[in-house]
């Protein structure tokens, strides 16, 4: 073989677009990993995050670890050690699961912080490495080629478009991707919505503003994430940023996104909508909601796909929400999106010096990729979609067995609400996705 076809893995020219968790994620673990021209596009100018919470469960502090990051996450999140499912209507605890024991038993803790703290710690990792460039308010238009070299177009906020030539593309887009959008439109298909019926709102409490109730300070200062469920509705809430703050997000029927079912995905929302839709929980949950200042409700419109035919054309593979948007009731989208790019990085890793430039190599390494991960997220969105079926249910007989299977307190193993359950939370958090990409790597890319 002539030597000038030999070269090095690490100097694929790796081109990530959009700086969410998973683009971090992903441009992070190939930095890890030797690669030493990483690229990302973020159509944002900065990583400004809306003020939200997120849970960070043991299956993703493994690979944050392995980033190097989990310290600085650590040091600012709280540490789960319980869970308390009640009903929104009168306060009343449905279930009490204790989580004792979670970093004993999957070698890493279940971590509750502010959405910045985790993107916060990334985005510090990834400037630590100089083979990661970051092009901010710079937009990805269009990908005009899928193979061999993907090419894209971008268009910076200030400046006309620039086309950028990748050895992989790497799409971590969100769910309104253009890469997937466009990728499956090449390939005769298109990604099918499935209607959640479902929008979120969003709070944050400061320590200040529930510092006169008593029993609102007790919420703030447990280590136990709440859960107010009532018919077709809830309420989960829990502590972030050293206890400082209190995050509440819901889940309701849809009223306001059902028309414009493809353009807006978060709206200013109004106060009294939102009491309305509570009006029979507790007084507790009443007062907490009270305190939102009028003008500062937002409402998300919860989204989801059904599974895709493909995440993967050519050189081109999707990331995260762009391939596996998920319901929020397990807790585990932007884990998997930086699983996702953990599982990237290792397999990309393994292409052979020679076959840098066989096409057919990249396409089979990406495809390991999509085997590797595609059953294990569809069956968890698959989960999340289960799971608030089950939170939401009406009066009636399923609704009293489910309350009867919460009162056994996971003691049996499984818990209706299975972000709670030591079944599924064992399936999840066990689930080590460098070490299997590892162990299998040989065996999928052979059945190809
Ligand atoms: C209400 C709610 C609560 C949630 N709670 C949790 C939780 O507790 N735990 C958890 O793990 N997950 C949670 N999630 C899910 C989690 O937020 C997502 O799954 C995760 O952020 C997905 O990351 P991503 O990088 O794939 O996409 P995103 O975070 O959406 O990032 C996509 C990025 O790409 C950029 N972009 C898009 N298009 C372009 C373009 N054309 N050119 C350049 N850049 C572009 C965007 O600006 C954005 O920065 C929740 C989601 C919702 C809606
Ligand atoms: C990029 O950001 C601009 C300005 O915030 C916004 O109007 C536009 O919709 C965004 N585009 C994409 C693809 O996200
Ligand atoms: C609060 O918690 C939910 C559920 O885990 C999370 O997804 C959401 O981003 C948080 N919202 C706020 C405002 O903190
Ligand atoms: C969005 O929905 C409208 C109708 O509701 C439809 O006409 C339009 O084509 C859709 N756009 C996309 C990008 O799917």
Redesign the pocket.
């Known amino acids: 073989m002539p030597h000038s076809t030999m070269g090095d893995v690490r100097d694929l020219r790796i081109v990530v677009?959009?700086?969410?968790?998973?683009?971090l994620g992903t441009a992070l673990a190939f930095a890890k990993r030797g690669f030493r021209d990483i690229s990302v596009?973020?159509?944002?100018s900065n990583l400004g995050f809306v003020g939200a919470?997120?849970?960070m469960p043991p299956n993703v502090m493994r690979v944050l670890h392995r980033l190097g990051v989990s310290a600085e996450i650590e040091a600012e999140a709280t540490d789960v050690k319980g869970t308390s499912i009640r009903k929104g209507s009168t306060n009343e605890e449905l279930a009490h699961v204790e989580m004792p024991d979670i970093r004993e038993k999957y070698g890493f803790p279940h971590l509750t912080g502010h959405r910045s703290n985790l993107a916060g710690s990334l985005y510090n990792g990834c400037k630590k490495e100089p083979a990661i460039k970051f092009h901010f308010a710079?937009?990805?238009v269009k990908v005009t080629s899928f193979s061999p070299k993907p090419t894209l177009v971008f268009k910076p906020r200030d400046g006309p478009e620039f086309q950028v030539e990748a050895d992989i593309l790497l799409a971590?887009?969100?769910?309104?991707?253009?890469t997937r959008t466009q990728m499956l439109a090449e390939l005769g298909t298109v990604s099918e919505e499935e209607d959640t019926g479902q929008a979120?709102y969003?709070i944050m409490l400061t320590r200040e503003e529930m510092a006169h109730d008593p029993e609102m300070l007790a919420l703030l200062d447990s280590d136990t994430v709440v859960r107010w469920v009532g018919e077709k509705r809830h309420i989960i809430a829990y502590p972030v940023s050293n206890h400082n703050i209190y995050n509440l997000?819901s889940a309701q029927p849809d009223t306001h996104f059902a028309a414009a079912t493809n353009a807006t995905y978060t709206t200013k929302a109004s106060k009294s909508d939102m009491l309305s839709v509570y009006h029979d929980f507790c007084p507790l949950v009443h007062r907490m909601l009270n305190l939102v200042p009028d003008g500062e409700v937002c409402e998300?419109k919860?989204r989801i796909h059904k599974p895709l035919p493909t995440w993967v054309h050519g050189s081109v593979a999707l990331?995260?929400?762009?391939c596996h948007?998920?319901l929020?009731h397990l807790?585990?989208?932007?884990?998997?999106?930086i699983e996702d790019g953990a599982v990237l990085a290792e397999v990309v890793s393994k292409i052979p010096a020679d076959k840098l430039n066989d096409p057919e190599t990249i396409t089979k390494t990406l495809k390991v990729y999509e085997l590797l991960r595609k059953p294990h997220c569809s069956a968890l969105v698959d989960l999340a979609t289960h799971s608030g079926r089950v939170l939401h249910l009406g009066e009636g007989k399923a609704k009293e067995e489910r309350d009867r299977l919460f009162k056994e307190n996971g003691k049996s193993g499984s818990v209706p609400d299975k972000w709670a359950s030591p079944d599924v939370q064992k399936m999840i958090y066990s689930n080590d996705c460098v070490k299997e990409a590892n162990e299998q790597f040989e065996r999928l890319f052979a059945t190809l």
């Open positions: 677009v959009g700086a969410g968790m998973g683009g596009y973020e159509n944002a919470g997120i849970q710079t937009a990805l971590s887009d969100g769910i309104k991707s253009v979120a969003r997000s998300w919860l990331v995260g929400d762009a948007p998920t929020p807790s585990q989208g932007a884990a998997m999106a």
